[in-house]
C-alpha cells in the first residue's frame, strides 16, 4: 500500500479535535468529500474508537468518540463537554456583539469576512460596546490590554488560536470565519433541545404528581 500523506495529515488533525473546513483546511476539506477517501478514514478512525462527524450545515468535518458504555471515555467526554460549555458566555456575547457590529446586522457565521479595522471603528464610536468588549476580554482571561484597539487585537488572537477565525490575507487585519462556529451553533443547539426535553419531562412528571394527588385524595374522602 502506498503513502497517502494527504490521509495522514487529515487523520492526525481529527483526532486532535481539529475542525476541518473549506477555510482551515480546503484540500482535506476536499479530500473526505471524496466518498473512497471519507471511506478511508472512518474506517481507520472506527478502529480507534472514533466516527466521523459533520456540521448541520455541512462545512465542518470533526471527530467523534464512538464506544459511550466506556467510563473512560465518558468521563473525557464529559470533561470536555464542561471545558467547551463553560466558555461559551463570552463566545455568546461576542455573537451577539457581531451582530450589532455587522452590516447585516447578522452574528457571525461560517465564511463571513471580519475587517478589524470596520470593526474596530464602530466600537470606538460607542461607550456600550467598549464595554462590552471589556467584558468579553475579561472572561476569556484577556488582561493585559488597555485600550479597545488593544482588546480587540488580542481578542481576535484569542479566536484565531482556538479555531473560530483564520487570518485573511497579507496585513493580518482581515479574518475569516470558520466552521468552528457552525458546531457551536450544533452544540449550543443539542445543549438547548435536551434542557427543553428535561423541563417538558420534570412538568410532565409534576403534573402526573399532581394527578394522582386529586385521585388519592378523591378516593379518602
Known amino acids: 500500500m502506498s503513502f497517502d500523506p494527504l490521509f495522514r495529515g487529515t487523520v492526525e488533525q481529527l483526532i486532535t479535535?481539529?475542525?476541518?473546513?473549506?477555510?482551515?483546511?480546503?484540500?482535506?476539506?476536499?479530500?473526505?468529500?471524496?466518498?473512497?477517501?471519507?471511506?478511508?478514514?472512518?474506517?481507520?478512525?472506527?478502529?480507534?474508537?472514533?466516527?466521523?462527524?459533520?456540521?448541520?450545515?455541512?462545512?465542518?468535518?470533526?471527530?467523534?468518540?464512538?464506544?459511550?458504555?466506556?467510563?473512560?471515555?465518558?468521563?473525557?467526554i464529559r470533561n470536555e463537554f464542561e471545558r467547551i460549555t463553560g466558555q461559551w458566555e463570552p463566545l455568546i456575547r461576542w455573537l451577539r456583539m457581531s451582530q450589532q457590529v455587522a452590516a447585516d446586522k447578522h452574528p457571525i457565521a461560517f465564511n463571513d469576512t471580519v475587517s478589524e479595522g470596520d470593526w474596530l471603528k464602530t466600537i470606538e464610536a460607542s461607550s456600550a460596546l467598549q464595554e462590552e468588549l471589556e467584558i468579553i476580554c475579561l472572561k476569556m482571561q484577556i488582561k493585559k490590554?488597555?485600550?479597545?484597539?488593544?482588546?480587540?487585537?488580542?481578542?481576535?488572537?484569542?479566536?484565531?488560536?482556538?479555531?473560530?477565525?483564520?487570518?485573511?490575507?497579507?496585513?493580518g487585519a482581515l479574518f475569516q470565519a470558520t466552521a468552528r462556529w457552525s458546531l457551536l451553533k450544533d452544540q449550543m443547539e443539542f445543549v438547548t433541545q435536551q434542557e427543553g426535553i428535561i423541563a417538558a419531562n420534570n412538568a410532565r412528571a409534576a403534573e402526573d404528581h399532581q394527578e394522582q394527588e386529586a385521585l388519592f385524595h378523591g378516593r379518602s374522602e
Open 17 to 76: 479535535g481539529a475542525i476541518i473546513c473549506p477555510v482551515t483546511e480546503p484540500e482535506k476539506f476536499d479530500y473526505l468529500a471524496d466518498s473512497v477517501s471519507i471511506d478511508k478514514v472512518q474506517h481507520y478512525l472506527a478502529q480507534i474508537g472514533r466516527g466521523l462527524s459533520c456540521t448541520r450545515d455541512g462545512n465542518g468535518y470533526y471527530a467523534v468518540a464512538l464506544d459511550l458504555d466506556d467510563k473512560g471515555t465518558r468521563a473525557r
Open 145 to 171: 490590554a488597555q485600550d479597545a484597539r488593544q482588546r480587540l487585537r488580542a481578542l481576535f488572537e484569542k479566536l484565531q488560536k482556538d479555531g473560530f477565525l483564520k487570518s485573511k490575507g497579507p496585513s
